[in-house]
């Protein structure tokens, strides 16, 4: 499987010490150079920073299609716009967005979109990890918004109501 992503699931991943599930779910962990350079060269010491850094299966790569970033950048960030438009060049399996704009920008695309909570379900499928209540609770502790609702649906998802 391929992934790409933009910095808010990494960043995340990496607060809580889980960046290496990601290695496990994909053979290849993809990001263009807007997501890097916002997570390792404008990350001054924030978390993430040192562990993208380290990280040398994570691959960067550069965006051909610079006119179709240019049209995001009006609606999305840089490095959602990136992430976008780079899944579509390399075919990615999925492009792991958790904005709610982004995600419906990038199925717009005919882009294949998850998030970070997606995931944590199909990291379970895959016998990844035990259970995702957990590690769920662990990204709502560090500060990862999840919608009561939201929560609730992912806990019955992963069949552990």
Not at 49 to 66: C, H, M, N
Not at 105 to 121: F, H, K
């Amino acid at each position: 499987m391929i992934l790409v992503l933009d910095s808010s699931a990494l960043i995340t991943l990496a607060k809580i010490g889980r960046l290496q599930l990601l290695r496990q779910l994909a053979k290849d962990v993809v990001v263009p150079y807007a997501v890097f350079d916002e997570v390792v060269r404008r990350g001054g010491g924030r978390p993430g920073q040192t562990e993208v850094a380290q990280a040398s299966w994570i691959s960067r790569r550069r965006i051909r299609d610079r006119t179709a970033v240019a049209r995001l950048e009006t609606e999305l960030a840089r490095g959602e716009s990136e992430a976008i438009v780079l899944a579509r060049e390399i075919a990615a399996d999925f492009v792991i967005l958790d904005d709610a704009r982004a995600r419906q920008i990038a199925e717009l695309q005919g882009v294949r979109v998850t998030g970070l909570l997606g995931l944590l379900v199909f990291a379970k499928e895959q016998g990844l990890a035990e259970a995702v209540k957990p590690i769920l609770d662990e990204l709502v502790t560090a500060g990862f918004y999840v919608a009561e609702a939201i929560y609730r649906n992912v806990i019955e998802t992963a069949g552990e109501n």
